[in-house]
């Protein structure tokens, strides 16, 4: 356990605006006192965002298929192909989600599903095009990089001709989805077929490259250490000093219901808050931390308000995926800005590039 003399010296070091290190995010991840891990990272958001405001998106997720061979064990989406409940949308089903987004005010449509054999690059760049077309304004946040890998090699395209084309076709960014923990021997255990931990930062700096930006994640709260939490974040803060092409952090906790991992005690409250302070206080080269309501509630979401976080994500107009494990928090702006004005702060809208919209 961490004593109050290592946590002082700590907070001295933040006050100070020095890195901290391995072992200093680790000694944080095990210190019991969430009030004082709560004012500093309080104290670093507002150092990074010193208005007192939170931001959001209003954005809809489209899960194209659920068609995926990969079987990660912690999912509950995907059906194998060939599964009766298999499915994948048509490009006017789409176009008419987008149509509803943009009459909602929406800007950002993030499309993701599963690894589905049957979808190759035309389909992509099919899909993309028309929805560029029809609706130009609305930002396309698009695919996981287990998604974009695997449309690669199936394609037989280099990762990065892959990226370019589907940036052509009017792909604009790239959610960080997938990242669950990037330490292989957590990945090896609960999703041995996707992408290994090298191979997940390669495909992020590809995408910064590509001058597209990319938001990065974290699910935590299955069979990871405090240690390996701290590995993943310090491994994303490494890619971030690379290329500063993170626009955002968010980290939710693993959902077990209807997964090969039912028995996994759901992580608490308390372990959010303590994960969303530390990875503030890590990842000091990030200028935003989202909260998951999703996951955590509109309650707890509310609190993380003054663990670090300075925005709430998207209203998610839909969303299936993390949905399909029992989670079912999903919320209208007008609900999002209740929240905020609760909690003392001014709510403002945004677009997937935190430009104020
Ligand atoms: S998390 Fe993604 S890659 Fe893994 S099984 Fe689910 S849909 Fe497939």
Request: glycine residues 6%; negative net charge.
């Amino acid at each position: 356990m961490t004593t109050d003399v290592q946590f002082d010296s700590i907070a001295e070091k933040v006050l100070n605006g020095e890195r901290l290190s391995y072992e200093e995010g680790v000694a944080l991840m095990h210190y019991p006192k969430l009030p004082e891990l709560a004012s500093l990272a309080h104290y670093v958001r507002l150092k990074k965002n010193p208005e007192p405001i939170v931001t959001y998106v209003i954005g809809r997720i489209v899960s194209y298929t659920n068609v995926c061979w990969v079987r990660c064990k912690f999912c509950s989406f995907y059906r194998v192909p060939g599964h009766e409940e298999g499915y994948t949308l048509t490009n006017e089903e789409i176009l008419q989600k987008t149509r509803e987004l943009v009459e909602q005010d929406g800007v950002e449509l993030l499309i993701q599903g599963g690894l589905n054999p049957k979808l190759k690059i035309d389909y992509y760049e099919t899909l993309f095009s028309e929805i560029r077309a029809a609706f130009p304004e609305v930002i396309i946040h698009g695919l996981s990089p287990a998604e974009i890998l695997y449309l690669a090699h199936i394609s037989k395209l280099s990762v990065p001709d892959c990226l370019q084309r589907l940036k052509q076709a009017g792909m604009n960014s790239v959610p960080g989805a997938g990242g669950e923990i990037l330490v292989d021997r957590v990945r090896k255990e609960i999703a041995q077929f996707k992408d290994t931990t090298q191979e997940w930062l390669n495909f992020m700096r590809e995408v910064h490259l590509k001058g597209m930006r990319s938001t990065a994640s974290m699910m935590y709260g299955h069979v990871e250490t405090m240690e390996e939490r701290v590995e993943h974040l310090i491994r994303l803060r490494e890619l971030q000093d690379e290329t500063g092409g993170f626009t955002a952090f968010i980290c939710w906790n693993f959902q077990p219901e209807g997964t090969d991992m039912p028995n996994v005690q759901k992580a608490s409250a308390f372990d959010y808050l303590r994960t969303v302070a530390v990875a503030r206080l890590m990842l000091d080269n990030f200028d935003h931390l989202q909260a998951s309501i999703l996951t955590q509630g509109p309650k707890i979401a509310q609190l993380a308000l003054k663990y670090g976080v300075d925005d709430l994500g998207s209203t998610m107009i839909e969303e299936n995926v993390v949905s399909a494990q029992g989670s079912k928090f999903i919320l209208n702006a007008t609900e999002l800005e209740r929240i905020i004005h609760g909690a003392g702060f001014e709510p403002r809208r945004r677009n997937t590039r935190y430009e104020r919209v």
